[in-house]
């Protein structure tokens, strides 16, 4: 079974920083493609970073040279790291990782989300 784990969600105030860390446990072979979205109210969940096994990167227009994804492949873990927020990145941050993992000895590949870390920004 695979598991994400988000963390590092919280309340900053504008211009501040936060950092979100997502680890995936389990019996995992590889993992692909690791991501972040987030969702609010009055949106539909859309993308914001996303990393490739490679360390390739891309990134939403609104948070470019603001926010900076990373991971770290000997502990299954992707971050985000936040600078400069703004109001409008007041969000549900979820991370999203599309891996393969071992199932009753076979090769499975699916995407997986974690449970999503609140963040929540001032004025």
């Known amino acids: 079974q695979v598991q994400l784990v988000d963390s590092g969600g919280g309340s900053v105030q504008a211009g501040g920083s936060l950092r979100l860390s997502c680890a995936a446990s389990?019996?995992?072979?590889?993992?692909?493609?690791m991501s972040w979205y987030r969702q609010t109210p009055a949106k539909q969940r859309e993308s914001v970073a996303t990393?490739?096994?490679?360390?390739?990167?891309n990134y939403a227009d609104s948070v470019k040279g603001r926010f900076t994804i990373s991971r770290d492949n000997a502990k299954n873990t992707v971050y985000l790291q936040m600078n400069s927020v703004k109001p409008e990145d007041t969000a549900v941050y979820y991370c999203?990782?599309?891996?393969?993992?071992?199932?009753?000895?076979?090769?499975?590949?699916?995407?997986?989300w974690g449970q999503g870390a609140q963040v929540t920004v001032s004025s």
């Open positions: 990393i490739t096994s490679g360390g390739s990167t």
């Open positions: 389990g019996t995992i072979f590889r993992i692909n493609n």
């Open positions: 999203n990782a599309d891996l393969t993992y071992v199932r009753s000895g076979y090769y499975v590949t699916n995407q997986y």
